[in-house]
């Protein structure tokens, strides 16, 4: 048996999220990025696969570097093969990236030490046109980046983000090691502004949560320590607006930093 790690892209807009859902819309399988993907990979393996994902993305949600590994029957065919048979049956919303082999106890959601995300938003007098909406936020104001910064700047090591879950969210604890968290311009967009951050993990809609509370608040003219005082309440209701899918991107997965479990 050969361990495949992919790096997975997809345009999230019509999937309801990465994670198989096989009795989820009144018993019947909703599309999934997993769904699709493990019914390829059985396809052109003739056997039943089970696809581990380093991130479970929400509906709408998108992805530019997604990692996920499978354990191959077939030692024959080279990772780099599956690159090519795997687009050549995937809907066009998916594709594979590349294709590697990893260690057979390698394990994408475990082995991976941060997850990055980025956020786009689009601002000014000029909507976008109605195709890109469906990869970015549009606010027809501008946005403070200097007071975006300051606010983001409280994103920073051990934190219990229970302001920003949602409800329903069944993680164990709410607390989540965040690496770096900024906003900065867009280097190849114009008026567009990108929000990064990575942590060792996130709570359900939880960037979606902070970018649209962010972002209130900017349009409130408030302090940057109103965010901290959010923040610190662990309450739910202190949270603000929660930012459409259509701005978020699961941009890469990181495996060789410090494995934290908080």
């Known amino acids: 048996m050969t361990n495949v790690l992919l790096s997975i892209s997809y345009d999230g807009s019509d999937f309801c999220g990465w994670q198989r859902q096989d009795k989820s819309d009144g018993g019947e399988p909703v599309r999934t990025v997993q769904g699709e993907l493990e019914t390829a990979l059985a396809k052109m393996l003739k056997a039943p696969v089970k696809l581990y994902g380093s991130g479970r993305t929400d509906s709408g949600v998108h992805a530019r570097a997604q990692k996920a590994n499978f354990l191959s029957p077939f030692d024959a065919i080279p990772p780099s093969g599956y690159v090519r048979a795997l687009n050549g049956i995937l809907p066009r919303d998916i594709r594979i990236q590349s294709a590697q082999p990893v ?93 990064e951050i990575e942590a060792n993990a996130f709570l ?59």
């Open 103 to 195: 260690p057979e106890t390698f394990n994408a959601r475990f082995d991976a030490t941060s997850r990055i995300y980025r956020y786009f938003i689009r601002t000014g007098t000029t909507p976008p046109f109605a195709s890109e909406t469906r990869y970015l936020w549009y606010q027809p104001r501008e946005l403070n980046l200097t007071r975006l910064n300051e606010m983001a700047a409280f994103l920073s090591g051990e934190i219990d983000c229970a302001t920003f879950s949602a409800a329903g969210d069944q993680s164990l604890s709410t607390r989540r090691y965040i690496d770096r968290a900024g906003f900065f311009p867009a280097p190849d967009r114009e008026n567009t502004l990108i929000f």
């Open 204 to 262: 359900w809609k939880m960037i979606r949560s902070l970018v649209g509370t962010f972002v209130q608040l900017d349009m409130q003219g408030a302090a940057p320590a109103v965010f901290k005082e959010i923040l610190d309440s662990r309450n739910r209701q202190r949270a603000l607006m929660t930012a459409p899918p259509t701005g978020l991107f699961l941009w890469d997965i990181r495996f060789d930093g410090i494995r934290r479990h908080v």
